[in-house]
């Protein structure tokens, strides 16, 4: 049977941060997050899901089939490989599946609106040049430098969408896109930031001498993801076909 989507979901029982709702249960607040993306699926996207569960008790691979039917869904019951295991896993399972060739990364602490993922698919169905689409948007877009400069507005699919340099690791690709991006996203085992991959695959502001200045000038943050960026992915910055996220 071929999906439309693919979908890598990883959750461990942990609460890493200080969230708005169920700070003290991390069953409660992933059942949320998880209830959300399913209605974000909603009816008219088939999805194929990956449920890592990283050191997971078992009412969490009920609270995952209560919203992802079992013949629609594949279980994998971790021992706490942790956070770059999982993410790595994700990439694995995704580039190895043939069920679809639109495939989404997803963390556990997230909340979606109804209905988007549809919109999502489409729109980065709807033109080559769109190789990365995420959902997140983030405060630190409007008041760092090291994104100062990135944004390009493009309407579509009942959406205005625009270009950021890096993102969070909740994103949707095309297969083919990610096996490009592979070899960068591997690099997160090694210590690598998030936002410095994609500051690799997006070579954002990475040849501006006075961008990189101002930006790593203004944070010791900002410093090392660009200095991680060179690090870990001079020889895709300098040869390497830029992707659009």
């Not at 008219?44 to 990956?50: E, G, I, P, W, Y």
Request: charged share 20%; hydrophobic share 45%; proline share 4%.
């Amino acid at each position: 049977m071929t999906y439309d989507l693919a979908i890598a979901y990883r959750v461990y029982p942990g609460i890493a941060k200080s969230p708005a709702f169920y700070a003290d249960n991390k069953l409660k607040l992933a059942e949320l997050g998880l209830r959300s993306l399913r209605q974000a699926v909603g009816d008219t996207l088939r999805v194929r899901m990956f449920a890592l569960l990283d050191g997971c008790p078992p009412e969490y691979e009920t609270m995952v089939l209560r919203y992802f039917p079992r013949e629609h869904t594949d279980l994998y019951r971790l021992d706490r490989i942790g956070n770059a295991g999982t993410f790595l896993l994700q990439l694995k399972l995704l580039l190895e599946q043939s069920y679809a060739e639109f495939v989404y990364f997803a963390e556990d602490d997230y909340l979606y609106r109804s209905g988007t993922f549809s919109h999502m698919v489409d729109f980065a169905a709807s033109s080559d040049d769109v190789h990365f689409v995420t959902p997140c948007d983030h405060p630190d877009y409007f008041r760092l430098p090291l994104h100062e400069g990135c944004s390009r507005v493009r309407y579509g699919c009942g959406h205005f969408w625009r270009t950021v340099g890096s993102t969070c690791l909740t994103f949707l690709t095309r297969r083919s896109i990610l096996r490009k991006a592979a070899p960068i996203f591997r690099t997160y085992r090694r210590g690598n930031f998030d936002a410095s991959m994609w500051l690799v695959l997006t070579k954002h502001g990475m040849f501006n001498p006075l961008h990189v200045a101002r930006a790593a000038l203004h944070s010791r943050l900002e410093a090392a993801i660009l200095a991680k960026a060179w690090l870990f992915g001079w020889w895709h910055i300098l040869a390497a076909r830029r992707l659009t996220l």
